[in-house]
């Protein structure tokens, strides 16, 4: 007797065609409706105020690499001049991954995450743009645990370029170098017929005032404060 090889498709679609296919459709489309539901009602939380300060996680099924203290999260905002705050006062867009994450932690851990906070240039909290922001919830205790993060990596200079706006003491430093090299620049003895330190360094306070009038009417006229003041204000002139 010679057995034929099993084609498993045809298998599959005998047991397929045995079911009726207009129930089957009707619970394949409740089964995506319930689901479409669920995530609007992610998205709804993600844009609304909300006071929680701590969600009910397994902590057995938490990633520990994933979860940060307070104090790690505010180091590298003022490190690289982000802000933290609720995901409310975020103006970009939250991709579809990120809204499939929470909802597969919901799942999980068999709870309704709420309390989101967003770690992100100031400027994502205004206009949408391609930077890296990231999503927390809150586990307690001044934990958070990182959902998702999506976009492009910050620029490799960024933390160098906002170290003078991370205090006075930075700022005051950083006028002084381009003082010092913009004074080099003058011609010497275009004031005088002979060159002198005296000279070189009346320059330089010249200079030093002109720069730091200037650094000091930006930061007034466009409201700029120093990243320990501004990583979780939700203002913009903070």
Not at 7 to 21: F, G, K, M, P, T
Not at 86 to 94: A, M
Not at 180 to 206: H, M
Request: glycine fraction near 4%; aromatic fraction near 14%; hydrophobic fraction near 45%.
């Amino acid at each position: 007797m010679i057995f034929r090889n099993t084609n498993i498709e045809r298998a599959l679609q005998r047991v397929s065609n045995s079911h009726d296919s207009d129930v089957v459709l009707k619970e394949v489309h409740s089964i995506l409706k319930q689901d479409d539901m669920k995530e609007e009602l992610i998205a709804k939380r993600l844009g609304s105020p909300s006071k929680v300060t701590s969600n009910p996680f397994e902590f057995d099924l938490l990633e520990t690499d994933k979860i940060y203290h307070i104090n790690d999260i505010k180091k590298i905002c003022v490190d690289y001049r982000l802000r933290f705050l609720d995901s409310k006062y975020f103006k970009g867009e939250i991709p579809q991954e990120g809204i499939q994450k929470v909802k597969q932690l919901e799942r999980a851990h068999n709870i309704e995450l709420k309390g989101f906070k967003i770690m992100a240039p100031s400027k994502l909290f205004k206009l949408e743009d391609k930077d890296d922001p990231l999503l927390f919830a809150p586990i307690g205790n001044g934990y958070y645990y990182l959902i998702h993060k999506w976009g492009n990596d910050l620029h490799p200079l960024r933390r160098i370029m906002v170290w003078p706006f991370k205090n006075v003491v930075n700022l005051a430093l950083v006028t002084l170098v381009i003082s010092y090299f913009a004074t080099l620049l003058v011609p010497s003895g275009l004031f005088s017929k002979t060159a002198s330190a005296a000279e070189f360094w009346i320059i330089f306070f010249f200079m030093f005032k002109s720069i730091a009038a200037v650094v000091i009417f930006y930061g007034f006229a466009l409201g700029k404060n120093f990243n320990p003041i501004i990583w979780d204000s939700k203002y913009f002139n903070a």
